[in-house]
């Protein structure tokens, strides 16, 4: 079973950017789509961004305009460039990725993305 771990988060200023990586364990051939969604806490887990192995590109309408998600296929990396960020961006952020072949979507563990005013 591939894992998923991210790294990136922390502690920023309102303001200031973050980019956040997901690295595959393993070839991503078996990945269909695999995006960024996050969780603050008492509420749900909320869709960030998601791109497919294609390239193609969905963004929550929250971070349009302010995060951008990319994918490196070649290194099993995906990243999130997140600028201007606000203190209701503070999440835990995590890594999904959706695969073909009838095999399961799989999680990462997230990281702790918190933004002070």
């Known amino acids: 079973q591939v894992q998923l771990v991210e790294s990136g988060g922390g502690l920023v200023q309102a303001g200031g950017s973050l980019r956040l990586s997901c690295v595959a364990s393993?070839?991503?051939?078996?990945?269909?789509?695999w995006g960024w969604y996050r969780q603050a806490p008492g509420k749900e887990r909320d869709l960030v961004a998601t791109i497919s192995t294609g390239g193609s590109t969905k963004y929550g309408d929250s971070v349009k305009g302010r995060f951008t998600i990319s994918s490196d296929n070649a290194k099993n990396t995906m990243y999130l460039q997140m600028n201007s960020l606000k203190p209701e961006d503070t999440a835990v952020y995590y890594c999904?990725?959706?695969?073909?072949?009838?095999?399961?979507?799989?999680w990462g563990r997230g990281t702790q993305v918190t933004v002070s005013s």
């Open positions: 393993r070839s991503i051939f078996t990945f269909s789509t």
């Open positions: 999904n990725a959706d695969q073909k072949f009838g095999l399961e979507s799989v």
